[in-house]
DNA sequence: GTGAAAGCGCTAACAA
DNA sequence: TTGTTAGCGCTTTCAC
């Protein structure tokens, strides 16, 4: 509540100001802006009529001017979920940063409302859009030849000159296989979602050509089910049937990670002890919710965001970035689900 | 000035739909906006050159004219997590309908940033702020004497004659005990989040209420602890020492109720044959992952957010719509915990 | 029925 | 150093 300006009722504009420090609204404009030479006692005198008055620019009047608007639209189809969220702040983050304000639409994943918004925010003269999206399967584009720069975030364009920026699915399944080989685990698993999606083919590759290069492939085989706790009991228990004597289980998710985490506990396999569990997400209810907590990979969603951001101001700005996919690496982080066992006794 | 390089498709004006149509501007404006009357073939002639030509109104120079920006602020402190977003979404979907845009802002929680998002939106002339969080606690007003309406959704302002809209958590406790009640419980625990949330104790009052008008009160004691999983179990074992006959579980939070599901397994009491489990939030992951699924209290953020921008949109409309809280009813989402025990055979 | 002109709030030339 | 003027894109009188 540090300023006494604020609960202004009525608008004020720049001509109560200029005549409240009675000079003429030219005059005001500079002594704003900082721009022309004039006496400080002059410019002082209109700052403190605006801050009295508590004077705000009305950007519309100065977008109208300039032909810009400051502002970009954000899409998603994911109803703002768990995936765009996080990729939603970053953005934010790195617009608001630049004064940028951000218009959010919900699509629900309707191509008739994504079409409607787009519409929309292109009426109100986004200077930028940026898509996301809850599946990195590439989908048809937001439009062609559209007047502003899209990025998509989480998401990937069919046509590949488009800007998109995703997580790097493969080398997550790469960074979880090599931290489970270096703990020392040699007959390493892989319970996951649908084989109809990218992400859950590209965790896999990544796990089996890290255990490819140590000379070793997947125990039992690659289990693609569905995205759930239930699938991952159910999966827990065909791998343990599969291969008994796993040593260490790769999710493709967290959720999928804690079904399989229970059916372990009730077959009377401690982990990590026994088997050695990691997931991947980070989500964190799910993750720390776990017994033990889990390890997992984490895709840096926020980053995504952030770049995602960052293009498309260069983009707006005029600088050409080069269109084309991005790929932001995954980290894992460590928790109890994966300690290195004791050396037994 | 977009640079001239840019291949973006040019801005079309409505001096170049006047030209195109070979009328004045003034004339195309009323054609395009159905206002006064004219010839239906200059009417026609005008509307097919903005057609051909693609143009759109700029909203910000009608917006200027009219005084008006036809956009809202919505601030989160939630980082848009889980409680924020539906409401968000029911707010955005009551306001897309009339055409107003959403500009988003988290604070993080931050009342500093807090404070600056305000300035933003009011210095964007939005007509209206909704304010969300995570919490029911009344927070400090993001101030007094606003020049735009403001409502709080899913969380409270200090100043009792602001607009607030929040769930039902007492009416939610009751819901949950008279439906354990109605499938023949009578020992009923509670476990829940911590007492100095507002929640937590209006729901165990609700609880409390409710077992109190069949002349029972809660088995053993009203645990009062975290938000998790984990105590979740340790509250189950400190519950079930208590009240060893206690029959139905009603928890706090989904996440405290999987945890309350896990011990019971655990110390082989059925779910829900031996002991009924009620949730609270249905936040889905959580009460359909639980074993079995979760029988829980929702409490229809997306309502809340519907309402919060419905009292929003009248009172930018001039309507009084009265200040102070309104309360939305929650429901009960049936599932599998709480299925009334078939006769034992 | 149509067009010319004023002005929304602001900035950037150019004059004084 | 300061004031004046001409718009940005649009809507809206009010003459014609």
Redesign the pocket.
Known sequence: MASPSEGTAK????????AAA????????????G?????T???DRVLAAAERLG????????G????RTYTVGLVTGDSFGRFSIPVMLGAEDALGAGKISVFMCDTRDDPIRERHYVERLLARRVEGIIVTGRRTEPRPGIGRDLPVPVVYAMTQSTDESDVSIIPDDEGGGALAARHLLATGRTRIGHVTGPHRFEAARRRARGLSTALDAAGLEPAGEVLFGQWSEEWGRQGADVLLHAAPDVDAIFCGSDQIARGVAETLRERGRRVPEDVALVGFDNWEPMALGCRPPLTTVDMNLGEIGRLAARHLLDAIAGTPTGGGVTIVPASLVLRESTRRAAPQG
Do not use: H, Y
Request: glycine share 8%.
């Open positions: 608008t004020v504009t720049i001509r109560d100001v200029a009675e000079v003429s609204i030219g005059t005001a404009s500079k002594a704003l802006n721009r022309g030479r004039m006496r006692e002059t410019r004077f705000r620019p009305n950007p519309l009047a100065q109208l001017l300039a032909g």
